[in-house]
């Protein structure tokens, strides 16, 4: 029920500390270790390549854990549209592993690479939030990502689940190789947690941001590096597809290719920016789009900030930044469809659970 709430997504935006906390309780075992099937583990520790096939939200939930296991398992990964690899099947590794990953578990898309995949009998793993869905019962190993019924038609607390679950898994595999195991996460989900409450305490800040930078506009560019090109492209699809504001996200690098020439004087633009290790490509990036008129909203993280950013996220690890920076665009799609007058849960021409190809 979403009870005092006026729409479910609201609600279901709100919930993403307490869903990240819970993962961390099913997760953690009583010595503080990770809980996860030894089958599974030896399977991913096996393996030579992990493929991640998913779509829309999940799909960009998968890049982020492409750089989650890429940079905390060292293991190599590929993430793909499942559509696209089902028809489009790329030359795979000799010991490949399967991940799928999907809010519903009923996605025909995914669903269709995973009945090829089985065929070719290699081992699958499927991340959902719905037990005893299709895609849990016809892989060979489930890890349910406990956000709870998601109801609204856009996605967001599974979004989030689905990178904790991810990060647990990529520090799982990564002990298993013995990389130096420094990092806790479990201590690093729940700091994440704490962000995360932090700015879904500051809607009347993403309120005003959607006033001043998207009230009259009818588009609005997504830009950052790394994980927060993800963050991006998820923060674009949100905008799109529940106020139907024409959104895109970009690669900050990538925008003086092609995408420069249609910022206009006003163009509104959200970059995101918490990757240190870009944070001057970034800078840059805002100041050519800048220069060409837009109107540039600056989300950065604490230590990277300048004084004119618009939003400053608390320090999290640098890969699970998106956990923190997801919200702040959850909370501004939402509002930009709240004043267009939108139906916020049931946005026009979108099916909660998409069961044909
Ligand atoms: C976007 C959204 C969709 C789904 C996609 C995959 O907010 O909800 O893009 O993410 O249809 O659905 P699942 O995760 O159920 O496979």
């Known amino acids: 029920e979403k009870g005092l709430y006026p729409h479910y997504m609201l609600k279901e935006i709100d919930e993403q500390p307490l869903v990240i906390r819970k993962v961390i309780s099913k997760y953690q075992d009583s010595e503080g270790s990770i809980r996860i099937d030894a089958g599974l583990r030896n399977r991913l520790n096996e393996a030579d390549r992990i493929y991640i096939m998913a779509c829309g939200t999940s799909y960009h939930a998968g890049l982020v854990g492409k750089q989650l296991l890429e940079k905390i398992a060292g293991i190599p990964v590929e993430t793909h549209i499942a559509s696209e690899f089902l028809y489009n099947r790329p030359i795979l590794s000799s010991k490949p592993f399967f991940i799928f990953i999907s809010q519903s578990g009923e996605t025909a898309d995914s669903r269709g690479v995973l009945v090829t995949i089985k065929q070719l009998q290699y081992p699958t793993l499927t991340i959902t939030n719905v037990p005893g869905s299709t895609l849990s019962r016809e892989a060979d190993y489930t ?18 689940a689905q990178i904790a679950v991810l990060a647990i898994l990529a520090f799982d595999v990564m002990r298993e190789r013995e990389r130096a195991p420094h990092v806790n996460p479990f201590h690093e989900l729940s700091i994440a947690a704490n962000a995360m409450e932090i700015m879904i305490n500051k809607k009347e800040m993403m309120e005003e941001i959607v006033w001043q930078y998207l009230n009259a506009s009818r588009n609005c560019f997504f830009i950052g590096r790394g994980v927060d090109y993800y963050v991006s492209l998820e923060g674009a699809l949100k905008l799109k597809e529940i106020s139907y504001i024409q959104a895109e996200g970009f690669a900050g690098g990538e925008l003086k290719h092609g995408t420069i020439a249609l910022i206009e004087e006003g163009t509104p633009a959200i970059a995101i920016l918490t990757q240190a290790h870009v944070r001057a490509n970034m800078r840059s990036n805002v100041q050519e789009i800048k220069a060409r008129g837009a109107h540039v909203c ?21 890969l ?38």
Do not use: F, W
Not at 143 to 155: K, N
């Open 143 to 160: 890890l349910l990502t406990y956000a709870g019924p998601e109801i609204a038609v856009a996605s967001t607390k599974a979004y989030t």
């Open 298 to 318: 600056t989300i950065s993280m604490e230590g990277l900030e300048e004084s004119e950013d618009h939003m400053v996220l608390p320090v999290v690890h640098e």
């Open 320 to 357: 699970l930044t998106p956990l923190v920076s997801v919200i702040p665009l959850q909370l501004i799609a939402y509002y930009a469809a709240k004043y267009r007058g939108c139906d916020i849960d049931k946005p026009r021409n979108l099916a909660k659970s998409v069961t044909v190809e």
